[in-house]
């Protein structure tokens, strides 16, 4: 089957579970940006319906659903450039989620990393929502055709999964109606690391607050945090290959590189032979003067929550434009009457 012509459009959601960090930043935030300032058209999305799959308080759900919108605009998304909308206020997502209930088998849902990290040794008494969320995901991608979806690295194994949910529709339906989506993970920031333990992801869920920088922390918060980061005994190395084994150095390396907007060989020629106290100061200010400006932009636009909500349902009415009659060939295909 040839894959007809798509239109370039990118699709990326985040959960408003709690405080944006420094990994939700450089690993989808950032990217965002410079995609919206391509050639592409644009979608954001605030995925609440994915963020209830574990217990969410609602007034605090709402909260972080207006943060997280207040975030992506104080990052430099332009609601008049990009769609930014929460989930929910668009049904055919759960629609579309049903119909690639039924496509998905049970065999990959089971191989997925994160429900079995999220689930842990808790499996019988997490959601079932849970389980599904890839299914989901799948349908928010191609609810829009989209063709590019920028992620970090972790949700690579739920994009593969959208591309065997809409290649084996396509077959089964002997259609060619989805679009095999490209996953679009580059750059340094793909994959941050808690500052604590360099093995593992930088997470909102974390208990330990210090292992993440937040994007709502003041400037003496993200330098203690980036102080206290856990590092070795050797100093940084010139080159990529001196950071082999040492990856709470190499997660700093790439924080570095990723605000710089550098790779990591240029930031290594600039850092290499420092020790890690002066190359943490040189970090922290770094960090401080990003995220500051766009922690104070938070808070102003918090301020007028009527606005947010006017903005995520007017992305929400344009949204809906696009998806409502993709779900509607679907449900064609399928053979629902209507
Ligand atoms: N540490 C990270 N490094 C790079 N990218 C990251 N992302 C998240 N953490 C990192 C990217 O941010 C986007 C949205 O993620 P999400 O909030 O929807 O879900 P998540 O990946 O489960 O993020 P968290 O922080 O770990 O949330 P909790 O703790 O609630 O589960 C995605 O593109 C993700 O790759």
């Known amino acids: 089957m040839n894959q007809k012509d798509f239109k370039p459009r990118v699709f990326s959601g985040i959960q408003p579970s709690g405080d944006l960090t420094l990994g939700n930043y450089l690993g989808a935030i950032k990217r965002f940006v410079s995609m919206q300032d391509q050639k592409f058209e644009t979608i954001f999305c605030m995925v ?19 943060e997280l919108c207040a975030g992506f605009i104080a990052s430099g998304l332009d609601p008049n450039k990009s769609i930014l909308f929460n989930q929910s206020q668009v049904p055919e997502h759960a629609q579309l989620a049903w119909i690639f209930n039924t496509v998905a088998r049970m065999g990959w849902l089971n191989r997925m990393t994160q429900f079995k990290d999220k689930a842990g040794k808790n499996r019988e008494n997490v959601s079932l929502a849970l389980y599904a969320y890839p299914s989901l995901m799948a349908a928010d991608i ?5 063709t590019h979806v920028p992620v970090g690295e972790d949700q690579k194994q739920h994009l593969e999964l959208t ?56 400037s003496e918060e993200i330098a203690l945090k980036i102080q206290k980061a856990r590092t070795d005994s050797d100093g940084l190395p010139s080159e990529i290959s001196g950071l082999k084994g040492r990856p709470e150095a190499e997660n700093l390396v790439n924080i570095y590189a990723a605000l710089s907007n550098i790779t ?7 850092l290499g032979g420092k020790n890690f106290a002066s190359f943490k100061r040189i970090l922290s200010d770094l960090a401080v003067t990003e995220l500051s400006s766009i922690s104070k932009e938070m808070t102003r636009l918090m301020k007028d929550q009527g606005e947010l909500d006017k903005i995520l349902r007017q992305g929400a009415d344009r949204a809906k434009a696009i998806a409502s009659p993709i779900l509607k060939e679907t449900y064609d295909i399928v053979g629902m009457v209507r």
Not at 166 to 187: L, Q, R, S
């Open 48 to 66: 609440d319906l994915h963020a209830i799959t574990v217990w969410q308080n609602p007034t605090e759900l709402a909260n972080s659903t207006r």
């Open 142 to 146: 191609l609810l829009y055709h989209a």
């Open 264 to 270: 990591v060989e240029t930031a290594l020629e600039d």
């Open 163 to 218: 591309r065997d949910i809409a290649a084996k529709f396509n077959h089964d339906y002997n259609v060619d109606f989805f679009p095999i989506t490209e996953p679009v993970i580059e750059g340094a920031g793909t994959r941050v690391m808690s500052l604590r333990d360099g093995t593992k992801k930088m997470s909102k869920s974390d208990p330990s607050e210090m292992s993440r920088i937040n994007l709502r922390d003041t």
